[in-house]
């Protein structure tokens, strides 16, 4: 592939989904971006035509949060992409043709919705290449979510070779990843899930060996649980993608205590799933963790406490790789949108928090 790229005084024009801070709107604008004199790129760095993005809750909140203070005017909204490698520095391990994906949110400087990014792929929070035979709107669809899952169910300190596994929020993107890393990677026994009975389906496609409707109540949840531990006995992984906290008070009877290696492991998000309208508090750790986390600290809890973030792991890649290639992936998709037409429409989409999937932008 062959892109031809004009840059004049050191500037490369690309046309981004762009905002200034929390109260000015989406926009579509040409913006400069500073680049090396001949080369565009660093040794270090990798330009990018991008193919595809995903929308993630994050990008909604950094938006939200965003005041004139930090980072460039025009911020470049986004962090997930996907796209062909256009220039290569010599210091990297890309080369002109690549067909990567990754995550580039950064709180300082540009996003990834935009038809070209520079960056350095050793600072980003994931860069691997695309695993054959997979699209470019599922190959964007994997990052941030799909790391984040993977993280939280290596929370659990050994293998999961015959153990009980319960993802909570398995609707969710980062639990549907969860629910596949757990049963298809990590080789758990039983993966018990909570999702609404929309998303019972995609669930049981990912994995699952038995849903719970959340829908229908806190007592009906317990219950559920209380009886699955009677069968099965207790679990050893508790990972909690929308911050369901309900099963604390019931740690003593569904969960293997810190000398059994049980871990509760949270995804760091919101308290709220409207992210329309998004307040600071709202991404506070409830009292319940925050004296749960602290008591762990302290020695005092039967039970581990640990939160899940995004993070560069190496295995990580891998994982995707080799799930895909034994057909063990399904990557569900919830719409796909024209990025520089129906943009709005997507942010919409993701606010909400009703997308059954990850929300897509072609480029
Ligand atoms: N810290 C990090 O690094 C990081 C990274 C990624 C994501 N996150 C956080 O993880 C959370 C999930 O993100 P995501 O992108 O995976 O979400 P998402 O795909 O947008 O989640 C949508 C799904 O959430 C479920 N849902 C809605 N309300 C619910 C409720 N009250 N209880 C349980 N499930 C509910 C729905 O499924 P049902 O049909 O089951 O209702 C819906 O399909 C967010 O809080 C996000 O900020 C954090």
């Excluded at 990297?92 to 935009?114: A, E, M, P, Q, V």
Aim: proline share 3%.
């Amino acid at each position: 592939m062959t892109v031809s790229l004009e840059t004049t005084d050191n500037k490369l024009t690309v046309k981004a989904i762009t905002y200034e801070n929390y109260s000015t709107p989406l926009k579509i604008k040409d913006i400069d971006i500073p680049v090396e004199e001949g080369t565009i790129i660093k040794p270090n760095e990798i330009l990018v035509q991008v193919k595809a993005t995903s929308l993630n809750p994050v990008d909604c909140i950094l938006k939200q949060f965003s005041n004139n203070y930090f980072g460039p005017k025009d911020k470049i909204i986004g962090g997930d992409f996907s796209g062909i490698v256009v220039k290569a520095g010599d210091k990297t391990n890309f080369k002109i043709n690549d067909k990567i994906y990754g995550d580039i949110l950064d709180l300082k400087s540009r996003g990834s919705f935009s038809n070209f990014i520079i960056f350095d792929p050793k600072k980003v929070w994931v860069c691997e290449k695309i695993p054959i035979g997979m699209s470019f709107e599922q190959a964007a669809s994997l990052p941030c979510v799909s790391n984040t899952a993977f993280e939280g169910i290596k929370k659990y300190n050994g293998s999961l070779n015959g153990k009980n596994v319960l993802v909570l929020g398995a609707g969710t993107s980062v639990g549907c990843f969860g629910v596949q890393f757990a049963k298809h990677y990590f080789n758990a026994l039983n993966v018990v899930a909570t999702c609404s009975e929309t998303s019972t389906k995609k669930t049981l496609n990912a994995g699952a060996d038995l849903i719970i409707d959340y829908t229908k109540g806190e007592k009906y949840k317990i219950d559920k649980l209380l009886n699955f531990v009677k069968l099965n006995g207790k679990f050893d992984l508790i990972l909690d993608c929308v911050r369901d906290e309900s099963v604390i008070d019931h740690f003593d009877q569904i969960l293997n205590s810190y000398n059994e290696n049980g871990v509760f492991a949270q995804v760091s998000g919101s308290y709220v799933l409207d992210y329309k309208n998004i307040h600071y508090y709202n991404l506070l750790p409830s009292w319940k963790s925050i004296i749960t986390t602290l008591k762990f600290k302290l020695g005092l809890t039967k039970y581990s406490f640990i939160p899940v973030w995004t993070c560069q792991d190496d295995e990580y890649g891998t994982a995707i790789a080799k799930l895909w290639s034994e057909k063990k992936l399904n990557i569900f998709i919830d719409s796909e949108y024209d990025a520089y037409i129906d943009f709005e429409d997507a942010f919409e989409r993701v606010a909400s928090c009703k997308a059954h999937g990850k929300v897509v932008l072609k480029f």
